[in-house]
């Protein structure tokens, strides 16, 4: 006796071939493959020139590789010898403020850095604003200033405003029931105490480096990214 034909399972069309498929729908597949493999080359030979030595493509082209990797895809080795990040520095600020009455005053110094350490403190999820936009803006702003405060090339200007709105971000528009009208940033720094069992001899008192005052412009709102 003959088998019985089996009717086709749930499965069966799911495993044809991609040549079972129509010459359209090859042609995307195949497209789609090549773009996301394109992507990936491009993906691992910048970050790779981006830690690279120097060498004659990252001279011509350095500026174009910085501005792929930074900040998005930035790796910081300063977790790893031979020199490791030995410093806890919170950003903080505090605002100039106009009061209902027509007078001004100042408002405590608001710790940013220390909300930012909250919301990841516990949370296996943090993300990528929490754990990197302050920070980030601090080092940039650190990097492209000198001792005077004075911006160094257009770097400098733009990470000004970049920490402008990040502050404003956080306070708000008005602060302790007044119109904010100037804001001051500050860090504060502290060196980490070596470990009971080092001899090494360093000094944990806090290091404060204070901003002059910036008054707020319209530009600095939340709301200026939005028009």
């Given amino acids: 006796m003959e088998p019985e034909p089996t009717e086709p399972g749930p499965d069966d069309d799911a495993a044809e071939p991609i040549t079972a498929l129509s010459l359209p729908g090859q042609l995307i597949i195949a497209v789609a493959v090549a773009a996301v493999a394109v992507a ?4 691992l030979s910048t970050a790779f020139l981006n830690v690279s030595p120097p060498n004659t493509v990252t001279k011509r ?29 919170a950003v903080q600020a505090r605002a100039e403020i106009r009061t209902p009455d027509g007078g001004t005053a100042t408002t405590g110094w608001r710790d940013l850095s220390a909300q930012d350490g909250a919301a990841i403190r516990h949370n296996p999820l943090p993300s990528h604003t929490q754990q990197n936009e302050l920070r980030r803006a601090w080092e940039l702003y650190v990097g492209s200033h000198d001792a005077r405060e004075r911006p160094q090339g257009m770097r400098g200007s733009l990470s000004e405003q970049y920490i402008r709105r990040i502050v404003m971000l956080r306070l708000g528009r008005e602060e302790d029931g007044g119109a904010v ?4 940033v500050r860090s504060a720094t502290t060196a980490v ?24 412009t319209t530009d600095d709102l939340p709301e200026a990214k939005r028009r």
């Fill in 40 to 43: 990936a080359a491009i993906h």
């Fill in 61 to 89: 082209h350095g500026a174009a590789i910085d501005d792929y990797i930074y900040p998005e895809f930035e790796r910081v080795w300063k977790l790893f010898a031979p020199n490791p990040l030995q410093q806890n520095i």
């Fill in 181 to 184: 009208e100037r804001i001051q």
């Fill in 193 to 216: 105490a070596p470990p009971d069992w080092s001899d090494e001899k360093t000094d944990i008192r806090t290091v404060y480096r204070t901003l002059p005052w910036w008054t707020v």
